[in-house]
């Protein structure tokens, strides 16, 4: 599965309440699970996308959409390494928000995607995407979105018991774990040093 550029904002998408309630014969469309318009978007290392963005999380693909720029990523569900939600405030909004690893973005990286002004020193493959919706009480729901309709795409290539970095242990994140995609109830808490080391959070493939 390859990411595909899109020029058009995505149309025909059933609402996941509507769905709910529908006939099977009627079950051909997409469904859309969550939306976010003029949502933050920031990446790293930098991509031919930022700024106010519009987030469509759907049965078959999550989709970035800018109207200002009539330009849009489609990423497949096995394209997601990770999803969690960013506790520590020194991410790129410096609050609460959505943290996202894929890989293979090539075609839609960014010229400017140096780093410190060396053109020779670029970040690997992997992109890290930060989204904060446009409505912060909605993260929740986005994290569970996210989770559910990535549990019906699972990564072929995997590895759930690879930890978290040790350098990273300053940080707080919390993801999908032991294949459960319904968000825990401590989603958006600061967790406390000593609930970090009885739960210890896990880097894993978003299945």
Same mark, same amino acid.
């Given at each position: 599965m390859a990411f595909i550029r899109i020029h058009e904002r995505p149309?025909? #998408?059933i609402d996941i309440v509507e769905h709910q309630s529908a006939t099977p014969s009627t079950f051909s469309s997409q469904v859309l699970h969550f939306f976010s318009k003029n949502a933050q978007f920031k990446t790293v290392p930098m991509i031919d996308l930022s700024g106010q963005v519009d987030i469509y999380i759907t049965s078959e693909n999550m989709i970035i959409f800018s109207e200002n720029l009539s330009l849009g990523l489609q990423i497949p569900y096995p394209k997601i390494i990770l999803h969690a939600i960013h506790q520590t405030p020194h991410n790129a909004f410096d609050t609460t928000c959505i943290y996202i690893q894929i890989e293979d973005l090539e075609g839609f990286m960014s010229t400017k $995607?140096?780093? $410190?002004g060396d053109p020779s020193e670029l970040y690997s493959n992997m992109v890290e995407l930060y989204? #904060?919706? *446009?409505?912060p009480l909605t993260l929740n729901d986005f994290f569970a979105a996210l *989770? $559910?309709?990535? *549990? #019906?795409?699972p990564c072929t290539d995997q590895n759930s018991d690879e930890k978290i970095d040790e350098s990273s242990s300053e940080h707080e994140w919390i993801t999908q774990a032991n294949g459960n995609p319904e968000t825990p109830a401590s989603a958006g808490q600061t967790r406390t040093r000593e609930e970090e080391e009885i739960n210890e959070t896990k880097w894993r493939c978003t299945d």
């Open positions: 149309t025909g #998408l $995607n140096d780093v $410190n989204i #904060l919706p *446009s409505d *989770s $559910n309709c990535s *549990s #019906l795409h």
